[in-house]
């Protein structure tokens, strides 16, 4: 468990260096662009340096907060997840008008959520921060994952697939089964 728990952080924390390491190489690139006058290279150096200062104390902060508070960054991935799904809803019933980069935009998010969602159940955050998080998560963690890398999959497929309104129509309501097939047995049912 706990060493499951260490190599999603590991992994985290890979994905983060991986992310500073290609905005560096875009910066080294810029710089490159920007040609031989003096006075423009250094104005350049001074910007991309402040940009990648921000972009790295941006990743490591977003990065701590997830590991700090798990219960929170959990909360808020679910909670885009809720907002996609309303987007998905308004196109289902032809309350908002079709839009196909929003559409692939929705899948995009789940399958993003889905690949953060499992390091952010460790053993200490049963309880607190107001979670509607259920003790069966812990009891059949293989279970849990399972259906949310289904649900990554899922979405994945459904991104590649959807094409325009009709193939939306389709594909969302499979993709959304995961979401009460979830919540069903690992989340707390509002009173
Ligand atoms: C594999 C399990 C799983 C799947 C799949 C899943 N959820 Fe959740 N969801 C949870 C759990 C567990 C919580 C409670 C998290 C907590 O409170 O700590 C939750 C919480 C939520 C919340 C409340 C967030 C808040 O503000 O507290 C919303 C909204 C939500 N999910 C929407 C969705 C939607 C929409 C989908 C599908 C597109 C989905 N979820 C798929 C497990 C899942």
Known sequence: ??????????????????MIEQTLAGYWRELGE????????????????????????ALGVSFAIAQQDPIAARKALMKKNGDEAKIGTQFMKGEAAFDLAKAKAIFASYADAASKVPTLFPDNSKTGGE?????????????????????????????AKVTDEASFKTVFPTVQKNCGGCHETYRLKKS
Not at 1 to 18: G, L, N, P, S
Not at 44 to 54: D, E, F, P, R
Not at 138 to 148: I, M, P, R, S
């Open 34 to 57: 920007l040609g031989e006058d003096p006075a423009r290279t250094r104005q350049g150096i001074v910007a991309a340096c402040s940009v990648m200062l921000a972009t790295t104390l």
């Open 131 to 159: 979670t509607a998080a259920l003790p069966a998560i812990w009891e059949k963690k293989d279970d849990f994952n399972a259906k949310l890398k289904k649900f990554g999959e899922d979405a994945k497929e459904a991104e």
């Open 1 to 18: 468990m706990m060493r499951k728990f260490t190599r999603a952080v590991i992994a985290d924390f890979a994905e983060m260096v991986d």
